[in-house]
């Protein structure tokens, strides 16, 4: 009983691409732009240039919403409903420093995050009422380059936890249960940029998994008859954030640019989810997922009809060749599908060390339905859209002063 009452997944719909609004406006696709202040997340390599101290801070503000509906003969008969999930504001920082042919940069930002919330008393309630996964990044890199090619290496620390909410069945009445875990975690990240000829770069990156012992409170709020059964107390899952691997190409001529990146995350090193109870009487989970390997296409373009003005428009299809939730275990608490979106940017150079830029997303979740008879018979699709403001200032390094003048040999 206590595996149907606890059973919960997270697919692709909890990683967050916003992470800069420059780079947003191109479709997110940040991995072979070199010398970008937002470089310090996205491929630290492309900061070996000399370029002094780039910071750039910003935030997102974002909503999203999933609709559910029956299927046809499904036993509960036919039902609509749509999530509730509040509006979310995902905030960054990366800061830089390069001279001569090495650099160091900083991040920090919210890689995985989101989840969903369902309606109060809605017919998927004993299978999940919220689920939310949160989990904020630091970053620390060195760059170092070497003719037209650079590499970095660095560490990454990851903080935050997941926090589950179900109602539960019990004949006559109903209860609830509350899963509330954190933890922090250790990984590593790698990245390469190739600069060719005048205005080509390539861009790779590596990102790697970071495993996490997650430890908090179950909080059972059941019936009387079942209280000595699940009583509350502690609950330990072992968690993994995946691996990340990226390959991109940019064109950049003085006054426009484009780029092409293909990603793939490895959301298959969580094939199943495991929660370990203190309390003797309440006995332990084991439940499989079964995710899949998801890969990401992005492009964007950039122009700039005037010095101080950069228009950027850009779009994505996340989830190819299918999102990471098995339809088998597609679920209310990950209703995750192939994302397709769009993105327009504005960059405006206040002052020649002092950008502003801004973006617009609109991205729609294809339908998908589960094949499970033992999960909701239910539909999902959904819409999110997206904005944010960025703030990048720059302090070049200064440059040597002249030595001076030789006087020649009389």
Known sequence: MIAWLLAVAWGGGFEVAQQGASTAGTGHAG?????????????????????????AIGATLAHSRISAAALPGAPEGAWTAE???????????????????WAVAVSVGTPFAGGV?????????????????????????VAYRFGPVAISGGVHVDHGGLRVERATDHVDAEGRVTLDVRGT????????????????????????????????????????????????????????LP?????????????????????????????????????P???????????RTGAVLRGGAWVQPQRIVTLRLGG?????????????????????GTRVGGTLGLGVEAHPLVRIDVYGEGLGVLTRASSSPEQLAASYRGWAVAGGLGLTVLAPPPRPRPGPAATPPG
């Open 31 to 55: 991995t072979a732009l070199a010398g970008r202040a937002e470089g310090a997340w996205f491929n630290p390599a492309g900061l070996a240039d000399g370029g002094g101290f780039r910071l």
């Open 83 to 101: 999530t509730v999930t509040p509006l979310a504001t995902p905030p960054y920082l990366h800061a830089s420093y390069a001279q001569a042919g």
């Open 117 to 141: 919330r369902w309606p109060e008393g809605w017919v998927g309630r004993f299978e999940s009422i919220a689920s939310r996964p949160l989990f904020l990044r630091g970053t620390a890199s």
């Open 185 to 240: 975690g250790v990984g590593g990240d790698a990245s390469l940029m190739a600069w060719i000829g005048d205005h080509a770069t390539l861009g790779a990156t590596f990102k790697s998994r970071t495993s996490l012992a997650l430890y908090g409170e179950a909080d059972f709020d059941v019936p009387a008859p079942f209280a000595g059964r699940y009583p509350d107390g502690r609950v330990f899952t072992p968690w993994t």
């Open 243 to 279: 691996d990340r691997v990226a390959l991109a190409f940019a064109w950049t001529a003085p006054r426009w640019g484009v780029t092409v990146e293909a990603g793939v995350t490895v959301w298959g090193v969580n094939d199943a989810l495991r929660f370990d109870f203190e309390q």
């Open 281 to 291: 009487s309440t006995p332990d989970t084991l439940q499989e997922n079964r995710w």
């Open 316 to 336: 994505y299809v996340d989830g190819v060749p299918g999102a990471p939730p098995d339809p088998g275990y597609l679920s209310p608490s990950s209703p995750d």
